[in-house]
């Protein structure tokens, strides 16, 4: 062997580098297994870091195009440079690549460039991008290989016109005709981005709904709101089929409970019917480890596989989220250290990065009544928030759920301007089992977005102080 582990971690994404930098700090010879040429993932690589580059880029981009006059400001011809917004993206993952590959020398973890393999216990076999193998032993290994974007049938990704996430980033054009298969958080986003350069989109779900798993009202608000930015949604709808001709594609759709088919006209397809675990060739079986159909690894409490090896993020169930995974590598290297960890999955954060952006954490009203827990709300407009109205952005509003017996906070939505950062103050609230009072009690500065929560939870008892 060539060398021997406290840890290997196989896979070098938001779990996988975080597990490493917390397992070096505990003082564990730890070593990383990256297939890319880069460190990160998908989240920084392809996903959560490029995308939002783009949606900041394009929103500033929206925002000259049709507020500034309104705010008295004048500009002359606005023009569109997409290779240049495209250099911004790169050099944004770049900074943050070199940053994780600094981290992981600073917290003295050994990279390895490679696809890892468990060929037993206690030993990953790396397959170099020389065609050379090593192997390493090592006492504990972690898999964190993460996900891949799910694809439909009949329907062949190209990374061109026929794109994921992958491909919907770096467009040479910006599409006349945009279609996207998927009204969930990454296709809405990517949807934003081009829709705000120019593009027509038109979002076909299968459901009745977008956003599925965000509480009801929101997503209807959601729809409303994104209707009037100039999607076209067609929701209820299966696409069964993309043909590529030389001018175009056409989008072959029907009822998703049955009807007359239909075609759509697109220069570009965005496929975001959401992702899939990437656990396919890890050996597995060799330390007698098992996934369901979905390719989820199956875990014992607390993330373990089998005795020596943990798997965490997307591989496992929860949710598919950069920071779930964060929390879970943290977690594992922690517990490997002999120390307690733990993370809860009913606090993880979601939030959709619009304009306005989307964000909740705990229970939806439905999943409170499916449950039959008796609870009030309390809700406030950021049309009434005076910061909202001073900057032009009042779409949206702060709804507050808690148990009506005993106050305790049960989930939070929100959407509106800036509210990616604002659900941190809820998700400390919750951990910490605060009441609505807790938060209605407690003194924000004003004016600013952040006193909509407060009032929120005032609505809660019902003591609202603002319009």
């Known amino acids: 062997m060539a060398d021997t582990f406290d840890v290997v971690i196989i896979g070098g994404g938001p779990g996988g580098y975080n597990c490493a930098i917390r397992a070096g700090q505990l003082g564990l010879k730890t070593a990383i297994v990256e297939m890319r040429d880069t460190l990160g993932g998908t989240c920084l690589n392809v996903g959560c870091i490029p995308s939002k580059a783009l949606l900041h880029a394009s929103e500033l981009f929206d925002t000259a195009k049709n507020d500034f006059a309104g705010m008295g400001i004048k500009t002359g011809k606005l023009e569109l440079d997409l290779a240049a917004m495209m250099a911004q993206k790169e050099a944004a993952v770049k900074g943050l690549t070199d940053g994780v590959a600094f981290l992981m020398k600073k917290n003295k973890v050994t990279h390895f460039q490679g696809k890892g393999k468990i060929t037993g216990a206690a030993k990953v076999e790396v397959a170099g991008p020389d065609g050379k193998t090593q ?28 794109v994921t996430n992958t491909g919907a980033i770096a467009l040479k054009s910006v599409p006349e005709k945009l279609v996207l298969i998927g009204a969930g958080v990454i296709g809405l986003e990517l949807g934003s981005v081009w829709r705000r350069l120019g593009a027509e989109v038109t979002v076909v779900e299968y459901l009745d709904r977008i956003l599925p798993g965000a509480d009801d009202e929101i997503a209807k608000q959601a729809q409303r709101t994104f209707k009037k930015q100039g999607f076209d949604f067609k929701l209820g709808q299966k696409v069964t089929g993309v043909e590529k001709l030389a001018s175009g594609l056409k989008v072959s759709i029907e009822p998703a409970k049955g009807g007359d088919a239909a075609t759509l006209d697109a220069d570009v397809v965005i496929v975001s019917v959401g992702r899939r675990p990437y656990t396919e060739g890890l050996g597995l079986e060799t330390v007698g480890g098992k996934t369901d159909k979905r390719g989820v690894i199956e875990t014992q409490d607390h993330f373990k596989v089998a005795d020596g090896v943990w798997a965490i993020g997307d591989c496992i169930h929860g949710p598919m989220l950069a920071h779930k995974a964060e929390d879970d590598g943290a977690a594992v290297a922690e517990l490997i250290a002999g120390k307690a960890g733990h993370v809860d999955y009913d606090l993880v954060p979601s939030v959709v990065y619009t304009s306005p952006e989307i964000a909740w954490v705990g229970k939806t009203e439905q999943e409170l009544k499916k449950a039959g827990i008796d609870y009030k709300a309390g809700k406030f407009p950021f049309m009434a928030n005076s910061r909202a109205r001073t900057n032009h952005q009042t779409d949206g509003f702060v709804k507050i759920l808690a148990d009506a017996r005993t106050d305790r906070i049960l989930g939070a939505h929100m959407m509106g301007i800036g509210v990616g950062e604002m659900i941190g103050e809820l998700c400390v609230a919750m951990e910490f089992g605060a009441a609505s009072e807790d938060v209605a009690r407690t003194c924000h500065a004003h004016p600013t977005l952040s006193e909509a929560i407060r009032q929120a939870a005032m609505g809660v008892e019902g003591w609202t102080m603002q319009m």
């Open 135 to 162: 192997t390493l032993g090592t006492k504990h290994i972690v898999i964190a290989t993460g996900s891949e974007p799910s694809s439909l049938p009949g329907i062949e990704i190209d990374e061109e016109r026929v």
